[in-house]
């Protein structure tokens, strides 16, 4: 873990990797992090199983259920007060490529090099048709939200390439576009207590990957422009990460909040994280392993570099207790 430091600037400001076999105590151990964290941190968690459902209703958290449609308009531009100047420039940067990703995800193919232009330039020309460069936000319309949308962009993406914009208007029935990112979360559940801090992603359906990333893109935006400390957790990480465009928007940092930003990822085994390891374990400042499965050894001693009877170690602790690497130190730690 020796890459963790040198890269630390590019990432979350604390990012924490939890691995574990069913029933090693992960999740327990996640439910007393948010615990102590709930008070002072706004917190998302996304969820492939229902290990959180009532940690949720106890907080009079709210509950997100992603399905095929998506419920977030990616078109949307809010950069709060941050008007024109270099960290502007940097939000318009972050939208205009989530958005580019987003729309590549909803296609569910590769995309020539062509087509990529040509869908990026479509992006940039509808904002610029209301106002809205990389310079400066100055909007044409006093509602400029009315005129981002998917069916502008299509009108916009027509000029560009007659293919793309048929392809792009087969799927124009799996959005809705009346949800604001800035506060998409908080009126989601109107009869909750509001004030309460916990987001409650849940996976367990059909769902697009498209949809899945809209969720992860409204929270990324969220932190961009509201600096407040927060907790994205995401159980069972493994399933989101086996895409380049997932992970890059999940662990890459938030910008003026990224300071107050944590993110913990779960896992069940070190190697359902496949390719993308090597990224997650140098943007990790904490390694969390509780009992770990048989096939995980190799990772143990090749690439976390543990001495054997740390190894040994972790093929017999019991339900609650692991082993954690912080800053290159080994100590044991118990929840219970």
Do not use: W
Not at 265 to 284: C, F, H, K, P, Y
């Amino acid at each position: 873990m020796s890459a963790v430091r040198s890269q630390q600037d590019k990432y979350f400001s604390k990012m924490t990797l939890l691995s574990g076999m069913v029933g090693s105590g992960k999740t327990y151990a996640i439910r007393e992090i948010i615990k102590k964290k709930i008070s002072t941190n706004k917190t998302y968690i996304i969820q492939h199983t229902n290990d959180f459902g009532s940690l949720c209703e106890e907080l009079k958290g709210n509950l997100i259920v992603v399905n095929n449609v998506v419920e977030i308009n990616m078109f949307g531009f809010y950069p709060s007060h941050f008007k024109a100047g270099d960290y502007y420039a940097y939000l318009f940067d972050c939208h205009c490529k989530e958005l580019f990703v987003f729309l590549k995800l909803l296609l569910e193919r590769d995309m020539g090099d062509v087509e990529k232009v040509q869908l990026m330039s479509a992006i940039l020309e509808m904002y610029e048709s209301v106002g809205i460069t990389r310079k400066r936000f100055k909007p044409n319309y006093k509602s400029v939200s009315m005129h981002l949308c998917f069916s502008t962009f299509c009108e916009v993406l027509k000029e560009h390439s007659e293919n793309l914009y048929e392809e792009f208007k087969t799927y124009s029935h799996l959005i809705i576009e009346d949800k604001n990112l800035s506060n998409y979360f908080e009126k989601k559940n109107r009869g909750l207590d509001l004030k309460n801090n916990l987001n409650l992603i849940y996976t367990n359906g059909m769902y697009t990957l498209a949809a899945l990333y809209s969720y992860v893109v409204a929270i990324k935006r969220k932190m961009r422009i509201e600096p407040e400390p927060t907790l994205l957790v995401v159980d069972e990480g493994f399933l989101f990460l086996r895409d380049e465009h997932l992970l890059e928007t999940l662990i890459l940092n938030s910008g003026a909040s990224s300071s107050q930003t944590e993110l913990l990822i779960s896992v069940q085994s070190l190697t359902d994280l496949s390719g993308n390891l090597d990224e997650i374990l140098n943007a990790a400042n904490k390694v969390i392993l509780f009992k770990q499965d048989k096939n995980d050894i190799p990772i143990l001693e090749d690439r976390l570099k543990l001495p054997k009877n740390i190894v040994n170690q972790t093929q017999l602790l019991l339900t609650g207790e692991a082993v954690v690497i912080e800053n290159e130190h080994l100590y044991p730690i118990k929840y219970s």
